[in-house]
């Protein structure tokens, strides 16, 4: 029988090691635990596990990556119990830090976790060498990863790339951080050691799935070289005056455009890491129907293949994927479909009324830029006819804005009177659509739980999720992505525009791959045809913009937008204006539709890093805090 483990290490390994605790602290002065852990195979197997479990997950509802942006926006009742929602809401401080993982219970226990792997793993007996080789490729990765994680919040960090002895003196204990060019160096030379070493593929893909390969390396030490190419950290004069000690700058201010080209090799050489591996993007025909209903439109053919890319567990496009239970994501962005789902649907990540409008119109391109799209009306409302079939209940009105989408629309956002295909709802011909107005089945149960904008990310429900007599649900588990084909491409279509002159077909062709799977003509195509500034991709700045939006749609709801304003430093921007949403509370439908504001957000020049906690500056003097905190 076919094991179906999902990777023991992140959900079972503390079970797996008992008294973990105990011989993951910092240094060896447990000399006996530590000798334990590394006595044997199984023992030492057990610890790679425990480094494995470190791994931060992108699925976790306090993510602020997922939670912390403009991106969903949660119920005010639900604000005490989500950590991540205060980094939006403006609350982050030096002296409590929101998702602080600098501290003692951090990722730097995870990197000296790895260092006294790395330390002991060649002493251990029982142990082939090619399994060594491995085991020791994988945890270097894995030191450079958490690294890299830390950088990407707090700029500088401290490297630790060796384990300091119990003995040492309290000068050699002391930390400094390093510079970013130190930094990501150390970070893209430690990916290089073990991409040499680590497997194209998995031998035993049905116990070892989300342990680290040669395709994941690869992709990460790319994604590695776009943050350290953008322009948080690339020619950033705003911490010019952010030095050491010794009056060293911690941040280039120098703007270095080769930084892009190493980005572009980098994507590249993992593109092709990920073809030899069998690596694709998700089609349509992937999908698996189990329904026992056949699908005949296209419309839902193209629907439901799009929203597997990300629910299909293990899909053809995953290049790396965490393997904590869904659950909870999952009944966070369900509509209540039904009386028998019941409080079941929480329902409280609800997309924004900005993320509805990114999405591009049918025409593949912006609505505000579609000259056949009535933006100035969009708040307006219209009656689905037939024409609406597959997408809005026939005869029902919903806002002008939900009309004439592209495919990506329908397939990851739910909505009032839009049809939401699977979880007990399989029939075209009897379809289902969100009631979701005041006092209707999907509008507020309890003051935690609802859709407070209107919208559901139906992206991130996996279809064959089931509704339960008992009065929940049960979900189908899928493996949330750190990292997927379609975001290789686009940040490959990125570093090559910004390598370029001006876009050529180099830099359309792997743009247009991602949208070809939608459902949409080529940029060039589409902007030609239907905006009203028909020569934006033909200049790197109009490009930028384009590839910039075509990331927010493709990868919504993934944590990728909240990342990517960062490095664009372009969070202050979008972080400025207020979140908005419909008028859920409301029952008559000219009420429901009208645009409410819900919060404005809070971000200055300093949210752009995470502070380091004050409790860590107080015990090391030499560590300098971040600008503004």
Partial sequence: MKKNIYLILFFIATVLTGCSKDYLNVVPDNVATIDNAFS?????????????????????????????????????AYWYYNSGSKIAQGFQSASDPTYNYW?????????????????????????????????????????????????????????????????????????????????????????????????????????DLGRVTKPIAASIKARV?????????????????????????????????????QAATACKEAIDICNEAGIRLYQKEDYVNKSGVPINSDITKIKVGLRSRITDKWNFEL?????????????????????????????????????????????????DEDISFDFNNRFKLKTATTADTYKIGLGQETAILNFDREPRFYADLGFDRGIWYGNGFYDENDPNYVKGRGGELASVRETTDYSVTGYWPKKLVAIPT?????????????????????????YYAEALNEVKAAPDAEVYEYIDKVRERAGLETVVDSWSAYSSNPTKPFSKEGMREIIQQ???????????????????????????????????????????????????????????????????TIKNPDLIQNPGW
């Avoid at 479990?53 to 005010?76: H, K, M, R």
């Avoid at 776009?226 to 120098?254: E, I, K, Q, R, W």
């Avoid at 009386?339 to 329902?347: M, P």
Wanted: net charge negative; proline share 6%.
């Fill in 103 to 207: 501290g003692d219970d951090g990722l730097y226990e995870a990197i000296r976790n790895c260092n006294i792997f790395l330390d002991r793993i060649d002493d251990v007996q029982g142990i082939q060498q090619y399994e060594k080789t491995a085991w020791t490729a994988e945890v270097k990765f894995l030191k450079a990863y958490f690294h890299y994680y830390l950088v990407r919040m707090y700029g500088p960090i401290v490297i630790n790339d060796e384990l300091i002895p119990v003995s040492a003196s309290s000068d050699e204990i002391k930390s400094h951080r390093a510079t970013i060019e130190e930094c990501f160096t150390y970070i893209i030379d430690v990916m290089d050691e073990s991409i040499v070493d680590l497997p194209i593929l998995l031998q035993n893909r049905s116990e």
């Fill in 550 to 616: 075509e990331r927010m749609i493709e990868l919504s709801f993934e944590g990728a937008r909240f990342w990517d304003l960062r490095r664009w430093k372009l969070s202050k921007q979008y972080m400025s204006l207020p979140i908005k949403g419909w008028n859920v509370l409301e029952t008559p439908v000219d009420d429901y539709y009208t645009v409410t504001t819900l919060y404005f957000p809070r971000f200055s020049e300093k949210d752009y890093l995470w502070p380091i906690p004050e409790s860590e």
């Fill in 466 to 490: 089931t509704l339960a007599e008992s009065g929940g649900f049960t979900a189908t588990r899928y493996a949330f992505p750190i990292i997927r084909l379609a975001d290789l491409y686009l």
């Fill in 40 to 76: 044997n195979r199984f023992n030492t197997q057990k610890f790679l596990y425990t480094i494995y479990g470190a791994i931060p997950s992108p699925s976790n509802l306090n993510n602020p990556a997922l939670v912390g942006g403009d991106e969903v926006w949660l119920p005010q």
């Fill in 225 to 261: 070289l776009m943050t350290y190419a953008s322009p948080l950290f690339n020619g950033n004069s705003v911490y010019s005056s952010f030095t050491n000690n010794d009056g060293v700058p911690y941040f280039p201010t120098t703007y270095a455009p080769e930084k892009w080209e």
């Fill in 319 to 367: 290049i790396w994927g965490h393997t904590a239970d869904t659950y909870t994501i999952e009944e966070n962005s369900i509509a209540r479909l039904n009386e028998v789902l019941g409080n079941a649907a929480k329902a409280r990540l609800a997309p924004t009324i900005r993320i509805a409008e990114t999405y591009y119109s049918e025409n593949g391109v912006p609505i």
